[in-house]
């Protein structure tokens, strides 16, 4: 696996964080490259010039441009981690950089805005519509991607709401897009979007990185039908908690459980925390963004509900899910529970009995299967 990085602004050490055994991915790619030769020559004809980055998956962007103290605005808790991580590993102190979350306004304005395309078309339009107001006619705006993970929706978007769209030409598979701002434009945010929970009177609030944020999806309906119901639940998390909705009906079936709504995604987090307060009986509960469970004590959990995520960005694989499981194992009380559903194609049977002496089958369908693991 390649760790060194060597672009115009010179050569650094980068690593993917949380770092895994038999790692074969490097923490940047060949648009994170052409992005920065591409703006290594612009940033030095302007004195002082204010950057903003966007969506910097493991910090390789704030790193490379750390002379120029950036602004970075990331929804993704590990993608701040892996930037302190990485600007440690260079010897860069972490004050150069100002790391914020998705939510967030910085304070403008900016000359350069550098966007690593989203996987989620609706988070880059709800970044895009926040920043309109810290742009300028004169800012630089250019987003990166690899050719395969931008489609026509990028670019429709961009142009829709900061202004005409001029594509570079593909380098490596790689390509970026300027946009020169159109400060005329009135722009609108859409987000939070909201829906009706069925056979509910609630109205499920979801920020625009929100997986599933328009409906429902299939699988969690699966699982809100086969929530247990037991007053031996005290302390419980709703594990990569998306909107919480979850957590927000196991509340509802168990009133005397104390909840903790625990992801990733920092408008997960914040959207689980609208959802949570609609809760009739007015039940405070504990939300936090972070590294699966690793800011919870060990022994001093009941039960963990959990949907687990099975991509990192773009990245496909079963890592994330592992990590959860090792890390419930830890937290999870004697006697304590993981409820885990996935798509039967998965293997999470095979999976839990790597980390929980005793793995059952607590439902399935054509689909996907709920399984209880203990220890």
Not at 40 to 47: G, N
Not at 281 to 303: I, Y
Request: charged residues 20%.
């Amino acid at each position: 696996m390649k760790t060194e990085m060597q672009v115009a602004l010179g050569t650094f050490k980068l690593q993917r964080f949380p770092i895994e055994a038999g790692e074969k991915l490097q923490a940047w790619d060949a648009a994170d490259e052409y992005l920065l030769n591409d703006v290594s020559d612009k940033l030095a004809e302007i004195e002082s010039p204010r950057v903003l980055i966007l969506n910097d998956s493991f910090g390789a962007l704030a790193v490379a441009l750390h002379a120029f103290n950036p602004v970075v605005l990331s929804d993704s808790y590990l993608s701040q981690i892996s930037t302190l991580e990485n600007l440690k590993l260079n010897q860069i102190q972490p004050e150069q950089v100002k790391l914020l979350t998705s939510l967030e306004l910085p304070e403008g304005p900016f000359d350069f805005m550098l966007i690593k395309a989203p996987k989620t078309i609706a988070y880059l339009e709800d970044s895009l519509s926040r920043l309109h107001s810290v742009m300028t006619e004169n800012t630089q705006l250019i987003t990166a991607g690899m050719v395969k993970n931008m489609p026509a929706s990028i670019w429709k978007t961009i142009d829709k709401v900061v202004g005409e769209t001029v594509p570079s030409k593909a380098i490596k598979k790689a390509r970026l897009i300027y946009a020169k701002p159109d400060l005329t434009k009135r722009v609108s945010n859409d987000y939070p979007s909201y829906f009706a929970l069925e056979n509910t009177a609630y109205q499920i609030a979801n920020h625009a990185n929100v997986f599933s944020r328009q409906s429902l999806d299939i699988g969690t309906r699966f699982f809100l039908s086969k929530l247990p119901q037991n007053e031996k639940y005290q302390q419980v998390v709703d594990l990569g908690c998306g909107n919480g909705v979850v957590g927000l009906i196991f509340a509802e079936k168990n009133p005397q459980a104390s909840l903790h709504f625990a992801d990733e995604s920092f408008m997960a987090v914040a959207s689980a925390e609208l959802n949570f307060k609609q809760l009739k009986s007015k039940k405070v509960a504990t939300f936090q963004a972070g590294d699966a469970l690793s800011n919870f004590t060990e022994n001093s959990m009941d039960l963990i509900l959990c949907n687990p995520p099975f991509h990192q960005q773009t990245t496909i694989g079963s890592h994330i899910a592992m990590r959860m499981f090792k890390q419930a194992r830890q937290v999870l009380r004697s006697g304590g529970e993981l409820w885990v559903i996935g798509n039967r194609h998965l293997g999470y049977q095979v999976s839990l009995k790597k980390y929980f002496s005793k793995v059952e089958l607590v439902a399935s369908d054509a689909k996907f299967i709920i399984l209880k693991a203990s220890f």
